[in-house]
């Protein structure tokens, strides 16, 4: 195998490993943490897929920045929606 | 390989059209994320507002179809990539070869998809069509529902993936696209595909995972 192709299965074992601890740890009594846990695990994932099977590591920082921009903007709209749903009942 | 890119107008040099590419590709996906973007900030909403009848509507989901099927998607994602990395070197045949496992794997996906709609319709947890399920009594529907709306948005764009990767891996086998001079269609290809299991990758732990 090439080190390129070697990279690629690194990669994907390291994806089916973060989906058996996702599992793992759904069923595992973690009570709030839970949620936390398994999403962080998805943007392991996502981060894995983006940097190496989509190519960010071998773009200039200008196409890295245009590829997860959206993110950015998708984490402001769900943090100001959750900041109004959970503040609601205080004022 | 930049050097063998077949330069179309209006590209003066290799690298400058291979970064538009690219970019063009990157935002494009940028859309999706914020098409897909909108279900999940509901989910979040829904979480806040009603977490009892969120946990109890997830408990109705097939962990387990889901589960496989994760694995599904994030193995034929490495055959896309392994497709990739043949075409950057000129392999004809081998692009063809694991674009056709990886489309094997994205049907496999699809029919057991199928096969959870299937269940999910016999238990009741459709709205308006088939029996009617207790849960969907009280405001677990609106998860329920947000459930088949995001996966069934899903399932179209796995739809157009396949096609997609059909139609590419016919393409190159065929020789009407050259590797690795017109390799970038299977980049680009590949790039949705992806992007595709990433969406998937995010529907997985707040949709199935969500079980309190």
């Known amino acids: 195998m090439s080190r390129e192709t070697t990279l690629l299965v690194a990669v994907w074992a390291a994806l089916m490993l973060l ?45 890295r920045l245009a590829a997860v921009a959206a993110v950015a903007w998708l984490l402001m709209l769900i943090a100001l929606t959750q900041a109004d749903l959970m503040t609601r009942s205080l004022f | 390989m930049a050097e063998h890119v077949t330069l179309t107008e209006p590209y003066v040099e290799p690298r400058q059209q291979r970064q538009a590419d690219f970019m063009g590709m990157y935002v494009f996906l940028g859309t999706e994320t914020m098409l ?21 509507a997830a408990r109705h989901m097939r962990l387990w179809i889901a589960t496989a099927n994760t694995a599904l998607l994030l193995t034929s994602s490495l055959f896309v990539a392994l497709a990739v990395h043949a075409a950057r070197r000129g392999g004809r045949r081998a692009v063809a070869g694991w674009l056709g496992l990886a489309i094997a794997f994205g049907a496999a996906f699809l029919a057991l998809k199928g096969v959870e ?7 009741g947890l459709m709205p308006l069509i088939g029996p009617h399920a207790s849960v969907r ?49 299977v980049e680009m290809g590949g790039l949705y595909w992806h992007f595709v299991d990433v969406v998937w990758v995010f529907i997985y732990p707040l949709f199935y995972l969500a079980r309190g």
């Open chain 1, 19 to 63: 989906l058996a601890a996702t599992v793992a740890a759904t069923f595992a009594p973690l009570g709030a943490l839970k949620p936390v846990l398994n999403l962080g695990i998805a943007f392991a994932k996502a981060s894995l897929v983006f940097w190496v099977f989509m190519h960010l590591r071998e773009q200039p920082w200008l196409a």
């Open chain 2, 36 to 56: 897909f973007g909108g279900i999940f900030a509901l989910v979040f909403a829904y979480r806040t507002l009603h977490p009892d009848a969120v946990a109890e």
């Open chain 2, 117 to 123: 709609y299937w269940k999910d319709y016999t238990e």
């Open chain 2, 137 to 185: 009594d009280g405001p677990a529907a609106l998860f329920i529902d947000l459930y088949f709306v995001a996966t069934g948005l899903h399932a179209i764009h796995m739809t157009v993936g396949l096609t997609l990767l059909g139609t590419i891996a016919t393409l190159v086998g065929g020789r009407r696209k050259g590797v690795p001079s017109q390799a970038v269609v």
